[in-house]
């Protein structure tokens, strides 16, 4: 489109010559003079034509100027269909509801636009993201033509503001009136089942359900449809239907094997999701990471304590550019401190700077609590605080584990009565959280007390807190209490069972203890076997307790048997009230050189030089006789050993641990 001729010696700025020794004027500068090109009231001319207006107020929007966008609105007499979107986006973009109405209101004056669904379709997107869903409805009940895409359209603004029953129920309806639904309207009817079902088996269900229809239809392959699919079976923890699906994918692009890799690493899988991004790396030159890809990978090295392949990715993401991205950092700082970098992650979070969100002082507060050092949590949360970004639920979630994991009590008290200050409503997790922090400093009767006074109902998180409590200090009574509403909630975890079969036999309840070992074996539960991690050499080494096929098992026993007999010279006794087995005591003691933490600290030693830290993650809590035995290993050999466990750090150093044996 032609710049307007000019008619006024403002205009005329416009086409001044050139001189080649000046630098080109600034596009904002060219913006500034567009701007003054608009008429203060209709009059007659090319600068007031309506095609120049329409161009300024799209070129207005583009920059995010809308308040100006919106007054050029109300003077202009024929609108085009450019222009009505490019109003739209814009007030999306800058959360104006206002405009969005005000653009909703001249559309349905306008007899040419009214009933066009494109701009139906825009406008419920619109309001859809800046959560005005009863005016999305609005525009979609009194659209004249309802297309494929303005159904798609409210299907995707009810799945995104959790209004699943009735996106299915819209779903139910395009396929009763005859609508044909195409890739979107599965993807959104599929991420509506997720938001429709409170629990797992109901939602489980429905993505079957309608998972079995787009195969019906022919699009079950279709990359957009397998792809959400994928991202809804690793929801629900469904992995095998997720690779599944991904294995059937005729063509994939990075989204989808960014949703793979993400499934994997949701899942307590980061071996196979550090496999599979290894291998999209490998399978297409063209195929570049995204953003979302890399945050997944560096959850999975976190996950494992694989920092060597963490700094490769650090690495790629400083030569890729994405260290422009706050999300990536975020996740580089969070996988750098849970591989036991504390120092590090506190630099990259200094790096991060003014830049830095509720997410990048979440990780900060985490970091140290599981590292044990809860008083520079709380620090941490203060300044937070002072900084004026308001803590989240996860916010609270990190501060109060800190001090639960530091033995802080009193200030686990006093952040706990705070949050009503920040508009933060205690959930399960928070409760959770103060009866570990109770129940730890051995306070279980105040622990009971805050359980009963409960404004919600318990969760099995809650009681287990009360339990692992119970198992620490011996307390019979209690951890009787807690079961009895854990086997209801979780009927099929055997955890629960074996840790109250402990807590009986440690009691020296033979009998209550075999009662329980009975029913274990008659409802067929498996306990979740002990699986620890080690990276050597930049390449991941996992061990299953009492797992003999594991290569060098043999040796690694025999290794830690020779620490084992070191030990005993100096008093130690093995710690065999773990294993439940009614068996000798040598057989019991056998097992206990078997645990996976133990023959990982066996391989690192092999495997690892004289001055190298090693690193361990296990998938459980750290067993006081593995606690035992690491701690005089690294007395013996001068190493240092860092364990992380399901709840905090362990620096096993000249026989001593960070933990201070409280944990």
């Known amino acids: 489109m032609s710049a307007p001729t000019p008619t006024s010696p403002h205009t005329s700025l416009l086409h001044l010559p050139h001189h080649p020794f000046r630098p080109k004027r600034p596009r904002l500068t060219r913006l500034r003079c567009l701007a003054s090109l608009a008429p203060a009231s209709s009059g007659s001319g090319a600068s007031t034509s309506p095609e120049n207006v329409n161009h300024l107020i799209q070129t207005l929007c583009a920059s995010g100027r809308v308040a100006r966008a919106a007054a050029l609105l109300q003077g202009l007499p024929a609108p085009t269909q450019r222009t009505y979107e490019s109003l739209l986006l814009a007030a999306a973009r800058a959360g104006d509801a206002a405009l969005a109405a005000a653009v909703h209101r001249r559309l349905e004056a306008d007899p040419v636009f009214r009933s066009d669904p494109f701009l139906s379709t825009r406008l419920i997107e619109a309001y859809a993201t800046l959560s005005a869903l009863p005016a999305a409805r609005q525009v979609f009940d009194e659209a004249p033509v309802k297309n494929i895409f303005v159904w798609n359209a409210l299907l995707k603004a009810l799945a ?194 003014r830049r830095r969100n509720v997410v990048s002082w979440n990780s900060l507060i985490s970091g140290y609590g599981m590292h044990g050092f809860g008083r520079e949590s709380v620090q941490v949360f203060e300044e937070m605080v002072k900084e004026g970004i308001s803590p989240s639920i996860i916010t609270f979630v990190s501060v109060l584990g800190a001090c639960s994991h530091a033995g802080l009590v009193e200030e686990g008290k ?196 004289r001055g190298d830290v090693i690193r361990i993650t296990k998938n459980l809590r750290l067993c006081e006789d593995c606690h035992s035995v690491t701690k005089f290993i690294s007395k013996f050999t001068e190493r240092e050993i860092v364990v992380r466990d399901v709840n905090r750090f362990h620096h096993f150093r000249d026989g001593v641990c960070s933990c201070g044996d409280y944990w």
């Open 160 to 353: 995104l503001a959790d209004h699943g029953e009735e996106a299915l129920e819209r779903l139910a309806d395009m396929g009763r009136l005859g609508v044909p639904v195409d890739s979107y309207s599965y993807a959104h009817g599929l991420k509506a089942c997720i938001a429709a079902s409170a629990s797992h088996a109901p939602a489980s269900a429905r993505v079957r359900e309608v998972h079995a229809h787009a195969i019906r239809r022919g699009y079950g392959l279709h990359t957009h449809v397998a792809t959400t699919l994928i991202d809804c079976y690793a929801k629900l923890g469904i992995v095998s239907y997720a690779e599944h699906v991904f294995a059937s994918m005729p063509e994939r692009n990075v989204v989808s094997w960014s949703a793979m890799i993400g499934c994997y690493a949701k899942n307590e899988r980061p071996e196979d999701a550090i496999e599979l991004f290894q291998e999209m790396i490998a399978s297409d030159a063209d195929l570049v990471p995204n953003s979302i890809t890399i945050v997944s990978i560096l959850h999975a090295c976190a996950g494992v304590n694989a920092l060597g392949q963490g700094k490769v990715l650090h690495a790629y993401i400083l030569r890729r550019g994405f260290d422009s991205l706050v999300s990536v950092l975020n996740a580089l700082m969070a996988m750098y401190m849970k591989c036991g970098c504390l120092e590090v992650g506190r630099y990259i979070f200094n790096w991060i700077g």
């Open 414 to 609: 006093r952040l706990f009565e705070s949050m009503v200050e920040y508009n933060v409503r205690p959930r399960a997790e928070h409760y959770a959280c103060m009866v570990d922090l109770l129940g730890r400093a051995g306070l279980l009767d105040e622990a009971v007390e805050l359980i009963q006074g409960m404004h919600i109902e318990p969760s099995p998180q809650v009681w287990g807190s009360l339990l692992g409590a119970c198992r620490i200090h011996g307390h019979v009574e209690y951890a009787e209490l807690a079961c009895s509403h854990l086997f209801d909630l979780e009927p099929r975890n055997a955890g629960n069972y074996v840790l109250m079969a402990d807590i009986y036999a440690r009691a020296k309840l033979q009998l209550q203890a075999d009662v329980l070992k009975e029913l274990i074996e008659e409802h067929g539960l498996e306990k979740v076997p002990g699986c620890s991690w080690i990276e050597v050499k930049k390449k991941l080494h996992s061990f299953v307790s009492v797992d003999n096929k594991i290569p060098q098992v043999e040796v690694l026993q025999a290794l830690i048997g020779e620490f084992v007999t070191k030990m005993k010279d100096e008093g130690y006794v093995p710690d065999t009230g773990s294993v439940l087995y009614d068996i000798e005591e040598e057989e019991k003691e056998r097992i206990l050189l078997g645990h996976s933490e133990k023959l990982a600290v066996a391989f690192g030693l092999i495997n690892t030089s």
